[in-house]
Each structure stands twice: as structure tokens, then as C-alpha cells.
């Protein structure tokens, strides 16, 4: 049974990134999501996919540049289709508090060895006030933000993020102890899959949005896809 994970949310039906992305993720029954993180000027963890504030809100400058009282002032509509009513960049700990997940994938993009390591060090010290520690896979393309998690956070499950085939992601996994390989559908052969497998790993392929390929995917025997439209997923998948 391939299960499905909602792309920051629900980011083909809903602004991304955002409480009422998450909510209609949920709506279609979907209990995993997918969703991004980048840290506040003090140090708060907030879901938004990039480091600017630009394509999501229209504002100016970097994310880390701005404390989380101001971000969450920000309207982030414009990650999205049309939607009617403001959505706020939202905090984790606010998602953590409203959305019943039963899996969160959050991924952590590159970092400098400071900023990796006050990253996944909040991440735990949240999962952890909120009781979700087994709940919780940090993923990341970053050797950087990989080694952190290894060092300063072992207990925290942790995935390897692969989008290009140059070096061999299942090496890469390897050696960073991950559980679940984040593997860019282009990649995910199902040579590649079965390797991935034996190894022990949960392999989640991205970003899957047509229901011939979420099929296709399926009936290679992908863990899991992570969907900008996971209502379509269920109804395509569930047939």
C-alpha cells in the first residue's frame, strides 16, 4: 500500500506552507504532509519553502532577516491558487498544535554548520515539547544539515533529500544513517527502488501530481508519493 504525503500541504488546491493548506490536506483524509522550515531572526521555526520572502508574500528580503511576530503577520497567498482569506506564514509549533498528522516530513534546506545546527536542535526541542518525536522525519539535500542531525540529534529520524543522480543517493543515505530516502521521481527506477528498499529504507518519491504516474509509481512499490493534490491521489490510488 503506497501511502501519500501531502506537498506542503495541499500546494495544488491551497496557498503553500500554510494552516489552511495543511487543513485541506487533511480534509481528504491525508494524516502525512510534507513541509519546509527556515529559522526566524529569533530563532523560531517557520514553514516557508523559500529563504525570501519575495514569491510568497511580496515582501522584501530573507526570512531570517525578519522575528516571528512579523511573520506571522505576513500574507503568504501568493504561494497558490486564489484564495479569499489571508494566510499567515505559519509557525511549526502552531501546526504542530492544530494539524493531527500522523507523519510530518520537514524538510530543512542548506545551511551554514551554525544555522543547521540552531535548526535541527529547535526541531527536536519541539517535536519533543509536543510529543511527537516518532512522528517526525528531518529531510535535507544538505551534507551540512545531514551531519547536524547525526552530532547534536541522533534520536531524531532523519531522510536524505535527492533531486540529481550524481552521487549515488543510496550511499549518501548510508553513510548519514538515514531512514527514508526523498527521492525526485525522475530518479526511481525500480532498480534504484529495490536497492533503496533492502537497504531499509522508506523511500518517498516527489512531486507527483498526474494519476497515470502516481499509478505507475505505485505499482513499482514506492513507500510513499508526496503529491501537490492529495485528494486526487486518494481517488486515484483508492480506485
Not at 543547521?116 to 517526525?136: H, S
Request: a positive charge; charged letters at 25%; proline letters at 5%.
Amino acid at each position: 500500500m503506497t501511502l501519500i504525503y501531502g506537498h506542503r500541504g495541499a500546494k495544488g488546491e491551497a496557498p503553500e506552507n500554510t494552516l489552511a493548506s495543511f487543513q485541506k490536506c487533511l480534509e481528504h483524509g491525508v494524516r502525512r504532509c510534507e513541509l519546509d522550515l527556515h529559522l526566524s531572526r529569533d530563532g523560531e521555526l517557520m514553514v516557508i519553502h523559500d529563504p525570501t520572502l519575495k514569491r510568497t508574500t511580496g515582501r522584501h528580503g530573507k526570512v531570517v532577516q525578519h522575528s516571528a511576530e512579523e511573520l506571522v503577520g505576513y500574507d503568504a497567498r501568493q504561494g497558490g491558487p486564489g484564495w479569499v482569506h489571508p494566510c499567515p506564514i505559519p509557525r511549526l509549533s502552531e501546526l504542530f498544535e492544530k494539524c493531527d498528522f500522523e507523519h510530518w516530513q520537514l524538510e530543512v534546506k542548506s545551511a551554514s554548520r551554525v544555522r543547521a545546527a540552531r535548526t535541527v536542535l529547535a526541531i527536536q526541542a519541539l517535536a519533543e515539547r509536543y510529543g511527537l518525536l516518532d512522528k517526525v522525519t528531518v529531510t535535507s539535500s544538505s551534507r551540512e544539515v545531514l551531519r547536524a542531525l547525526n552530532r547534536l540529534t541522533p534520536q531524531l529520524s532523519r531522510g536524505l533529500v535527492a533531486e540529481y543522480a550524481w552521487l549515488d543517493p543510496l550511499k549518501v543515505a548510508k553513510h548519514n544513517g538515514c531512514e527514508l530516502l526523498a527521492l525526485n521521481w525522475t530518479l526511481c527506477t525500480p532498480e534504484r527502488l529495490e536497492k533503496a528498499q533492502k537497504q531499509g529504507l522508506h523511500v518517498s518519491v516527489w512531486t507527483v501530481n498526474e494519476p497515470a504516474l502516481m499509478r505507475r509509481l505505485a505499482d513499482f512499490g514506492v513507500d510513499s508519493l508526496i503529491t501537490d493534490f492529495p485528494g486526487l491521489a486518494v481517488a486515484t490510488l483508492t480506485r
